[in-house]
């Protein structure tokens, strides 16, 4: 799979959530070691996505590459490094789910029967006769995994009712 992930850019902030109280609570760098690139690996192996068992690589990843960032200062001691690793680690696990991409397995299945509820409602309201759309702005009141299948299966426009 081709990935239209961004190259890296060090003048972006990767850590956090990107937006939001959160992101001042997660910091890039620690104690002057820069922790950016790890946490930009971790970005781009979560939009990549694929199973439960790949984002659990993916969050380990990110321990190991900060423990590493952290240890190659040689003045922090390997259980602090360790420490902080596993923070970010939990912090991912906890908070993550939502931003990675599922591509196939139980959770992308779930995925899909939610849905397939959110296009069952979309219908329900959104039926202004034989042809049936939803508009761009209540297409992005769902969140991002929800609206990315809504928009495989809806027209992103009126349907022509002259055809």
């Not at 910091?27 to 970005?43: A, F, R, S």
């Not at 659990?56 to 001691?77: F, G, T, V, Y």
Request: with cysteine.
């Amino acid at each position: 799979m081709t990935s239209t992930f961004p190259p890296y850019d060090p003048k972006k902030k990767y850590c956090g959530p990107g937006r939001g109280f959160i992101t001042w609570l997660v910091p890039d760098k620690l104690l002057g070691i820069g922790l950016n690139y790890c946490c930009y690996k971790h970005d781009k192996a979560y939009q990549e996505g694929g199973t439960e068992q790949d984002r659990m690589k993916a969050d380990r990843n990110l321990q190991e590459c900060i423990r590493r960032k952290l240890l190659e200062s040689k003045w922090m001691p390997n259980a602090i490094a360790c420490w902080v690793a596993h923070r970010y680690f939990r912090a991912v696990r906890l908070l993550g789910s939502s931003c990675f991409t599922y591509r196939e397995g139980p959770y992308q299945e779930a995925l899909e029967r939610l849905a397939g509820k959110a296009l069952r409602a979309a219908r329900a309201e959104f039926t202004p006769g034989p042809g049936w759309f939803i508009p761009e702005h209540k297409l992005a009141e769902f969140p991002k995994q929800e609206r990315t299948l809504l928009e495989k299966l809806l027209p992103k426009e009126k349907p022509d009712d002259t055809a």
